[in-house]
């Protein structure tokens, strides 16, 4: 009797230790679904920060130096030509280039930076440039984005490396229509637009 | 031993009937599809391009401009007798062939209404419109874009064409890694995709494409398929596709080993450039006597094939057919039957004639006169038989 009862006792131990043993497993696989889950997701912003970073050393700083030619003509809301060297009005601004060719979202991306920044640029001293087929067009797109800013419509094509990669970036032009600093911004990570914004306000607020 | 004779004549017999069976019934089959392929073999050098231009009848449409209608970057166009059809990054927009503005889709994510389009195509007999929205929402209006069906597509997509009453082929937009096929077929009853055609493997630049717009082209019944990664042109079968034309770009053809040196298409589409090969095919539209193909090098942007002969002749648009060298007429929105349609925009005020606000259009004996900040133009050339 005695050793049926152990046979039992060692059958139901033997039965609770392998549903343990299920159990601790499947907590385990679940923990290793979930880390990599997590792992991959933080590599992949590593990688994308990595990106952007790597891709504002390279692609940014080879814009720096470039002069815009003074015969650059810009429409503004009510379709009058002008000079983009009589809009800059002998002070260094900040210009975002937006396009309908662009992603759209990258370009309102960079809006909603510029309407959110803590950095306190000037609000006259920032400047949107955008490419449309018709300035009809970019009045359109200033009231769906509530912008506030003087905004201008360029039809020319312009030789700045930067318009090569069909991408939303902003720059820092002086009198001279020399560029001073630029940045692409990533709509994904608003917070580095911020911080490029933090890092340029020296050369706004002084001139 | 005579037994076995006799069976193994019997065998024979049978063969040769059978062999003989079908050899009639191929020759029966007046609707055989079953073609051989055609290589043309490009022509680059001493072309007297004088020679190789065509006469076309020209045709201006100016779009109205109202701010219910305001065009921005334009993907696609269609161009019917009763109809114009737009797509683009905003909206969908239909017009009169007078250029009259009909009707707008809404923008939203109700039925029918789009938030990112990315192409459309026609069909005219059954009077209907597809639009791809974001590869994998195929919706059907009818030809004024009154709203009938939608869709949802296993895959993504770039083009379509409806092929009978169930099925459409679907040309994908997925690199190799995630699709094998370009084409793949949709049936509608089912709402699966039933089969899938053309293995990317088999393709030199299988890693290396671009979005092209209008890479089935229908003529007399006939659906033909052009891809930018693709040297052939391929006619559909109902079982498959075969291939019509294969083109050989000869001195302007990159050597096979080139390609494996391009992981990035940007960067290989600069480069095939600057080393004066022909990169991507553009479009292949068949015009009746002759065949036009779309690519870019440094020297041509096209080339026309006779239909009796099997040489490219590489050209220019503008050239070709007499036009002004701007960038709307370096390469046709659209074309159908023996037309080809550009959109104008507004060139002419541009560049050297920034300050101006109107101008005019001349192109054969036709004139238009072009404003600026108006919709596009819609130039039509209806090309002539000699």
Known sequence: MKLKWNIFY???????????????????????????KKYSQIKNECD????VLMNNLTNSNSNIGFRFNDDIIVEDTACNKLKLINIINGENVLIYRISDT???TCDVAGIKSLLRTNSKIPYNKIIIIGSFYNTKLLNSYITANNIKYRSYNLKQSINIKA???????????NKNLEVLSCFFPEKTKPYLTEYFFSGIKHLLNNY | MA???????IFIMKKILF????????????????QEKQHIKAISRNIDQESLKLDAEVSFVQLETSKECLLGYIINIEVTDDYIYILDRSSFFVFTNKGNFIKKIKRGKGPGELTRAINFSLDLARNEIYIIEMGNLLHIYNNLADYKETHKLDGSFIDVVRVDDDNF??????PPKYEEFLISVYNKKSKNITNKFISSKDLLMKDLSILTYNNFFVKNSEIFFSASNSRNIYKYIGNGMETTYSIDFRNLEPPISYFSMFDDVRN??????????????????????????????KDFNCGIKYKDENIMYMSSVSELFDLPQTPSFERPYNANDNQIHFVYFNDILLNDNLQKKEAFLEIGNKIIQVNENNNPIIVTLKIKEK
Do not use: W
């Not at chain 1, 318009?163 to 032009?173: D, G, H, M, R, T």
């Not at chain 2, 082929?169 to 997925?174: D, E, H, Q, W």
């Open chain 1, 10 to 36: 060692f059958i139901l131990s033997a039965i609770l230790l392998s549903i343990i043993l299920i159990l601790l497993y499947n907590f385990k696989t679940k923990l290793e679904t979930e880390f990599n």
């Open chain 1, 48 to 51: 994308l920060v990595q990106d």
């Open chain 1, 102 to 104: 662009h992603c759209s």
């Open chain 1, 163 to 173: 318009e090569k990669f069909n991408f939303p970036y902003f720059i820092i032009v």
């Open chain 2, 3 to 9: 037994i076995a004779i006799r069976l193994n004549f």
């Open chain 2, 19 to 34: 062999g003989l069976l079908l050899i009639l019934i191929s020759c029966n089959n007046k609707n055989s599809t079953i």
């Open chain 2, 169 to 174: 082929l679907l040309y994908t937009v997925l």
């Open chain 2, 268 to 297: 290989f589409k600069k480069m095939v450039y600057n080393d004066d090969y022909v990169g991507f095919l553009n479009y292949c539209y068949d015009l009746g006597k002759l065949v036009l193909f779309g690519f870019k090098c």
